[in-house]
């Protein structure tokens, strides 16, 4: 080989890392911003990749995310979304009420794709759900909403309560009002004695169901929220420790031993997020991308929970279920 042909293949070479480290930098950037933590979030981002991937879009390849999870501290959410805003990441997914409304106060270029639980007009989000028109569009996947529908189906399993503890997280006020008001008027228009009860730590969680050694409700009602949703093997043990039949937001609750859940799909509310991130790292302006209002709803029992508290699941509710776990 002569020695100039050598020199050059040398050359390409030494170049080709370059490359490969220019063409990563080149690649869209999304933030993605979760008040909560990794654990358990497994299944949504998976689906949250898909929805990418159906936009043409495969993580890693032409694509690169920047996470940033809080740890259930809200005080964390504006630094984390101040760092993807001073990253200039091309969009902002914010998976959580809280990180959706800290990241439309970070930033009113940057686009942002979020999944709420509550109406977003009413957050403050975008000015209507046809037309946004500003910076930011997403899913609403309703999980405040179905406060009422959560008492009515933890009723229908177990119906002998009349007596109906609420547990609630104040540090989450958005999700904190609209569970609040749901179940009070729910419970009211069902005729059950409601107690509101409070936690915002593991530690507060421990002391409510301490009460419960004196003054136990027949039944149990969590918020929907990323806290709880986090706290979920805690709660489960807790409740089957002092055998009080309790219903949560998400599946995540009965897969880890708890009675049941009813809530939307945040699964295929992440593929949806998914869907939108892709089309607006194509080019559509979220103003113009109306909120997509989710209509998968998921109904999940753990019927060997069930059986431990002696309760028989009717059959029309077995009926309606999404999933039955034996």
Excluded: C
């Amino acid at each position: 080989m002569k020695r100039r042909h050598f020199i050059t293949l040398l050359g390409g070479a030494a170049a080709w890392p370059l490359a490969a480290r220019a063409q990563q930098q080149a690649l869209p950037v999304i933030g993605y911003l979760n008040a909560s933590g990794a654990d358990g979030y497994s299944d949504e981002l998976r689906s949250l990749r898909q929805g990418f991937k159906e936009s043409g879009y495969v993580e890693g390849e032409n694509v690169a995310i920047e996470y940033r999870w809080a740890e259930n501290q809200a005080d964390r959410l504006p630094v984390l979304a101040a760092d993807l805003v001073r990253r200039h990441v091309s969009v902002i997914a914010a998976a959580s009420a809280p990180a959706s409304v800290v990241a439309a106060k970070a930033t009113s270029t940057i686009p942002i794709v979020f999944l709420v639980p509550e109406d977003p007009v009413r957050l403050g989000l975008v000015t209507s759900l046809a037309r946004p028109g500003g910076n930011a569009t997403g899913i609403n996947f309703f999980a405040a909403e179905l406060a009422a529908k959560r008492l009515e189906l933890l009723r229908t399993l177990a119906p002998a309560a009349t007596r109906v503890a609420a547990l609630l997280n104040p540090a989450e006020p958005t999700i904190y009002t609209a569970n609040l008001r749901d179940v009070e008027a729910a419970a009211s228009a069902m005729g059950l004695q409601l107690r509101l009860l409070n936690a915002s730590t593991i530690a507060d969680i421990d002391a409510v169901f301490a009460t419960f050694a004196s003054d136990r409700p027949d039944a149990l009602f969590i918020s929907s929220g990323p806290f709880f949703a986090n706290r979920r093997v805690q709660l489960a043990h807790l409740a089957t420790r002092h055998a009080i039949p309790a219903i949560g937001a998400g599946r995540v609750y009965p897969e880890v031993g708890g009675l049941m859940s009813y809530g939307t799909s945040l699964t295929e509310a992440h593929r949806q997020a998914g869907v939108y991130v892709g089309r607006i790292l194509k080019g559509a302006k979220p103003a113009d991308l109306p909120v997509v209002q989710a209509t998968k709803f998921e109904l999940v029992i753990n019927n060997t929970t069930a059986r431990m508290f002696g309760l028989t699941v009717p059959s029309p509710l077995l009926a309606i279920a999404d999933e039955v776990i034996e």
